[in-house]
């Protein structure tokens, strides 16, 4: 049977939510720097620029948002 998995699109949609509920649990700095990282393609001394504030702290901020996501998944 060649068809497609009629679950797969559900289960791709609940993923999808799963990671959205999650990302809006983390605090605006780690939401910003997330997005201008992973959607936007920014670099990390790019987004530095952007948020006015040194490179490790960027990467700290990050580094801590797919730790929080990580758990956060887990338990979903």
């Given at each position: ?41 920014f670099s ?25 996501l990580m758990?956060c998944l887990?338990?979903?």
């Amino acid at each position: 049977d060649d068809a497609p998995d009629p679950h797969k699109p559900l289960a791709a949609f609940q993923d999808a939510e799963r990671v959205r509920i999650c990302i809006e649990g983390l605090n605006d700095v780690q939401q910003s720097a997330l997005h201008l990282a992973f959607y936007e393609g920014f670099s990390y001394s790019q987004i530095a620029e952007i948020e006015d504030c040194p490179t490790g702290t960027i990467k700290t901020r990050i580094m801590a948002a797919k730790a929080v996501l990580m758990r956060c998944l887990q338990r979903r």
